[in-house]
């Protein structure tokens, strides 16, 4: 693993055939995790020839082996969406900090048009090292939640939305120009980086960041 | 009037010579109001010339005479700034509505890092028959506010940010992508135009939407 | 229903299974009106199975359950297309505007090229509380309804045209330029959003604007 | 002069001295007509110490030489502003088509949001062989001019207006998706490229459009 | 016919269906051209079922009916294609002029990469009354050619080309800044819009422009 | 302050006088640090008026009181600039992270050009529990620097560069398309976000990463 | 062959047919080298129909007749990969040099993220007359590689990348603002036009740039 | 200097004192040649105050030191300006190949609205071993003058131009979408950049390519 971290295979662009081989490659190094992120049906195929036991999460579209994931160190992870259509790439983020080695957990459909359910979320929020927030259409969330925990937020804009959200420029923007401090931007669509990051900056810590500083 | 409406001057890119000669026009008309906006200190002096009496709102930048609006009608036009830097914009946008003869009240520095301040105002905001809601940088707000009202949202972009913030740009898109249904668009720093689409919106209605809407 | 408005379900993206499931959990709150928007055949289909008599507008991509919309309050919509491609766009605005309860008339292909076309609805456009108006291309025509009417327009640029069009962006920047006060723009193709905009304009109201004003 | 037309000087980015001593040289040739265009108080004046009869317009910002244009011929070239804040570009335009020799006339203040303007001059505009409309904003003019009458409209786009107008760039594309054809594009501010257009379509042509072809 | 000249019918995202009910009416009136643009093979057969003696050029993707067109009058009109790639876009540039009622002449391949096929065309270019330059990737030629000829070029930017190219951007631009004056620019892939506007320019003259003015 | 952390007061585009009415406001609090950023001459000498001992960091443009920064706590931030005109921008977010009570370190001159430099600091690199890098033109230095450290990078673009730099926009992207996992950018030139974030990052952690993750 | 260089086939957008008989043509010119670039399978089929021992490198979805290469003159071209993604259009650029008359050699998967890789390959690198650098994403590179080599280094943007990459518009940015000299850009994908370029400076010199300039 | 190459320094936004203490410092390396870029007025004075033999080209706002520059060797380089207006950054690329030792030759004012003027300077074009092309709006000549000679063209793109030409952008697209390969792009107005590759291209060469290449 490149730096000690699990080892990444982007599948988007290879055909399965291509997919497989590494897979098959990977068999010998069982000390090292490897994802194969953003997978359609034919390369976690190819996967599966060559790893059977492969964990598939096929929300998120990305396969890992070894299947169990190491045992959790470091901060908690909490990954947010704002709304359905962001799950898949949220789910991205959460396995891949789950297989970076952080305990993660997940909040589905909070978007600001209700603010109550965010506000509902709030203790869970407060107990994470770091949050990721995916976000499409006004890309407003992660302002919101930056202005409601102490620790970073890792802001990923999705290309959920139409029209003038040009393929998730709309929410990218919104959240380089984030009103609260504390906000972190990863590209769009890119579940992986979020995840990636988040579980960085969780690492080597364990204890949630003291209340007085909320 | 145009159409029954206030007539407007739209003072940038005129000379205050310019800006004179339509004042001492205008004092013939006074059963009709008129708005000089983003007027500069010399675009200023030039109308007091003409029409000593008229209205100066220094932060608005905007004059009116004659100097009285009209007795309110319709239903309250609430008019909301993000943050201070959006006040100027915001105020063109209240002296607009109140000049087109709506009630009108102001509220400032509301934005979504500090949640509890928008939601400290819900009362006053859910009086409104329409709000206008000023905002930069990454444009939240209006998707935060139309979430907890009935009623119309005017989003008015600011160009107050820096960087990616694009002149405005970020969130002009945000405020089109808005998660909540209601949201009505204008164009960056118009001020001017949201409060007149608040002041047609809030025209010939008194009463505050049922409370069962909300 | 949020707020007392109907429920929305955006199938864009979803499978017909997904829409299915929805549309079998909605059959047990026939109070409130459930419209699904942007629904291919299939999702029309997984609908129709699920709530047999949900009314179906092809032309729209829209169905609507209880089929029945609301008994009609408030003020008149219209609804004006200006090319006849622009007609999917414009239904859907108008059935929403319908199922949220307003009188709505549609009136189609009164491009600005041939201005007879729209001058000779100036009777009907005049009696509307709230005017939506769907172009795309050079989005010219909505400058000229608002200096036509003295209620809100709402603009909705579509995604027709080629070339410079941009995707809808010629016509979006255009209606944010728009030469006449009381314009409000809404996202590309959003026509769920304009009609929900609109509706909202028209609440509360029944009478037509004075004529004086005009 | 190149073609036999009229030699342009475009002063901006010159200094007066620079442009003083093309002035200098201009005076030997009388035969030829010499345009400075984008002429400020300082080019001016060392245009008008070496050509002291020059014929200065200071709206247009622009000095011919010799003073007097030719007898015009062709047909004629009507210059629409949409607003007189268009005035510059258009006078640009109007002089450029004269010196080149064509009749001309100017129409101004007749933008889309009071459509009584522009119908008010159809018979005038109906005699032209060319128009050219100078529009800022939403760029909507040309479109319905273009409606009007069977010759060619050399549309001008301006970079008046703010915010979301991005320099000219909102009406330069809404002339390109003109929704009339006959529609000529320029660039924004170039009244000289669209002065000279018009005179080329109307060279060689005395007699308006027949009738019939409206 | 509107205002004397064909009748257009833009058969891209229409159905074949709702074209054939276009055909069928169109049958009545053999004293208007009607062309059938964008039409691909679906469209072109449900044409033809209607009106089986249409012309129909494939290359163009157009059909006109009745299939002679008029009787040439006015000036000539020059379509010049850069490159092959170009001649879809020229052709159907120059059947609208040819069905609008001018002469026509095709020239293609004379790219600026290879000056001396350009130049070897000189004397056909001026004859012209009007030239359509249809030109993709630098979109250099349309000044190239205004620099050669003293009549109106009709710059016709065309989406060929690719990566920053941008689907036309890149020479729509260039054609917007063209070095020499006398240049009109229209929508990228415009060939209906370049060709009428051409046939505009060179109705009413059939005289060539006088050897002086070159 | 804002949950514990100091206070920030934006200068720009606040007069000195506004400036200063703050800053006689901040005297109150002696146990809050307040951060005056981007402030010009005329600011800064507001504040001294009314804290004579406020820090002043000429180069970052900021001022702080009070003077003495926190004792430092948490994991060391180190801050390295590309080039020397990225020095303010950097330093900026240097003392932010100071303020906020880290312990920091300055990195100048190490750009991509000359790898040797970046290489030759990388012990100091490897110290850090967060890197800020400062970046304008090709915006390349933090993909290189995540690439040589376990730590998160915090990618803060600049406006230096010219042309097709576009204010920032090209480093931007960069940064956000960055090869190396790890990466979090912030708004074009925003050095108070990155200090900020970075300091949340090293915030309740002192032991440096352990080698074995390099 | 225009201007002693071999003829290019651009198949894109050309049907299979098409491709055929400008194949079947170019049988009768054995003296020059005809290559055909982004040959689709169909095309790649019909070229071979005609000429059979066409060289086809399928990778880079190019043929070249007759399939060998002129015997090598000039200096060496390294074209580097930055990622495995980049290789089909590294190879295009490598091909095309080639069959120009170059020495040629690949450099695969050394972007900056591992910088050691590209260090490994200094001796190589230094051994070239010019250097082809094919990266996408970050874009960077190009300048990493220009700041450890003496001769130019022709940069070549590929559309690798997603979400904020925008089909290859950051690279492109990113290399247009490299921070070492010596950078030539060419258009994103463009792999023929990297390799004609580089062809074009390694000719008439085969010496590697002397030691000291290093 | 690095590399064996000048060292260079870019003056904008530096102060004159800082530019005077580099120049200081200068005065010790005779040995290696010192550009001082986009010196203005001030910075201009400050180097000959330490440096009071600089040589200064007030055109190129451009001092070096030692002021002579190096005895030419490799290939001539020839910068040509599109317009006058291009003449400074042109000037600047002259300087910069010339002060790097290679011998240089400038043509002005041979723009593509005139194509005489370009080919009556093939002879000295063809014997260039590297052309830098200047050119603001269009951005046409480097694709005419890269289809005239057989060695590659530097395209400088300057900033000369308005409205659509979008500080320089227009040109930049144009210029990396040339119809004729052999064009090496550089950042808008880098006329140092333009220089310096063009100085690396006809480095170690002195002979003018064989005449049967072109
Ligand atoms: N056609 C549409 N265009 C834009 N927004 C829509 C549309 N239809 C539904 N929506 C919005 O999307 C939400 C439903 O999203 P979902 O929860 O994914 O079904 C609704 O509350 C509406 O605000
Ligand atoms: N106002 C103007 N806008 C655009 N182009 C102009 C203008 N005035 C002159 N030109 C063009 O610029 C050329 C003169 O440029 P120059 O040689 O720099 O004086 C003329 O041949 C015209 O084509
Ligand atoms: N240099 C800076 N760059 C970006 N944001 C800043 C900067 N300085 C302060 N801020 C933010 O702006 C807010 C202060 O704005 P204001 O209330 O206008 O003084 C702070 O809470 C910070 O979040
Ligand atoms: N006019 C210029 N345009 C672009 N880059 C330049 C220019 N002059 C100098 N440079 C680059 O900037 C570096 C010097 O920057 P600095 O260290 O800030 O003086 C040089 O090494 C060149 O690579
Ligand atoms: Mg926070
Ligand atoms: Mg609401
Ligand atoms: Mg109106
Ligand atoms: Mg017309
Ligand atoms: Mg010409
Ligand atoms: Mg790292
Ligand atoms: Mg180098
Ligand atoms: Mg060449």
Request: hydrophobic share 50%; net charge neutral.
């Amino acid at each position: 693993a490149r730096r000690g971290y699990p080892e990444a295979v982007y599948c988007e662009g290879k055909t399965p055939d291509q997919v497989g081989s590494i897979a098959a490659a990977v068999r010998a190094r069982p000390d090292v995790v490897t994802l194969f992120t953003r997978a359609g049906p034919g390369h976690a195929e190819a996967v599966r020839r060559e790893l059977p036991d492969a964990h598939h999460d096929t929300d998120a579209a990305l396969l890992a082996w070894p299947p169990e994931p190491p045992a959790p160190t470091g901060g908690l992870v909490v990954v947010v969406a704002a709304g359905t259509s962001d799950l898949p790439v949220a789910r991205e983020a959460l396995q891949t900090a789950r297989y970076l080695g952080r305990p993660t957990e997940l909040v589905v459909d909070v978007g600001v048009a209700g603010l109550h359910r965010v506000l509902g979320r709030l203790d869970l929020l407060r107990r994470a090292r770091a949050v990721v927030v995916a976000a499409g259409m006004d890309g407003a969330l992660p302002s919101v939640v930056a202005g409601l925990v102490a620790v970073p937020v890792v802001a990923l804009p999705t290309s959920v939305g139409y029209g003038a959200a040009f393929g998730g420029l709309a929410p990218l923007l919104a959240m380089l120009n984030a009103c609260a401090p504390g906000v972190a931007v990863v590209n769009i669509d890119n579940g992986y980086g979020a995840g990636h990051l988040a579980a960085q900056i969780a690492a080597h810590i364990a204890a949630p960041p003291p209340a007085g500083e909320r």
